[in-house]
């Protein structure tokens, strides 16, 4: 008796479910679908660029690591990432010592400038394999200068601020890995009683990153 009273429950439950699903789909109530599924995972990469100005004229390179996400669904991504540069250069002058300018000294800078930044990426789809990206970067530059005054040298260290606007392309090469291309604006602090030389530069590269 027990055992049929069981089963004569369990099928008047599963009797009003299915009548009130029923009801459900007459009274045109639908079940709202789960918002689409997001994941983040890490990349690294790095480039080779040239800064391209009147007042610095020489090669640079990054790498950086950082974080993407992306969801299920949409054709676009938001990427945050940690990077780090270096571009360093040899200037020299020749400054007289005398009226008649026969004699004179050499003043020679060695300028090492390492830019460490956080940046925002958002990237999407132009077509097919070709993405375009956009995003801005803000944090401190290391300078390291060395000046040597005839036979004395001395040297002298400072840290500024140093931020980057950039946009460019990439070419989705396979799933995971990609290369690209684009331009960056500096933007830089002066240093040391010197006009930064990095200032409203821009700043050309080509590099590859990949997902892991």
């Known amino acids: 008796m027990k055992l049929n009273k069981i089963l004569t429950l369990v099928g008047f439950s599963f009797g009003l479910a299915i009548t009130a699903q029923a009801g459900e789909e007459a009274s045109g109530k639908h079940v709202i679908a789960p918002a689409p599924s997001c994941l983040w995972s890490w990349f690294a990469g790095g480039s ?31 990427a945050v990432y940690l990077e780090i540069g270096l571009t360093d250069d040899d200037l020299e002058y020749k400054v ?43 944090g401190l530059a290391i300078v390291d200068i060395d000046l040597s005054v005839g036979n004395s040298s001395v040297s002298e260290n400072d840290t500024v601020f140093y931020g980057n606007i950039f ?17 960056r ?23 590859a990153r990949c997902n892991f």
């Open 48 to 78: 080779v660029g040239k800064i391209d100005g009147d007042d610095w004229d020489e090669d640079i390179y990054t790498l950086h690591i950082g974080k993407e996400r992306k969801c299920a669904g949409e054709s676009h991504s938001h």
């Open 167 to 183: 946009a460019g392309l990439n070419y989705n090469v396979s799933e995971t890995c990609e290369i690209y291309g684009g331009a």
């Open 185 to 207: 604006l500096i933007i830089m602090n002066d240093f040391k009683g010197l006009d930064s030389p990095l200032d409203d530069e821009i700043h050309y590269e080509l590099g």
């Open 96 to 138: 007289s010592q005398s009226q008649s300018g026969s004699f004179f000294d050499i003043y020679s800078y060695d300028i090492e400038i390492i830019p460490i930044t956080l940046n925002y990426k958002y990237e999407d789809v132009l077509i097919n394999n070709i993405n375009y990206y956009i995003g801005v970067g803000a």
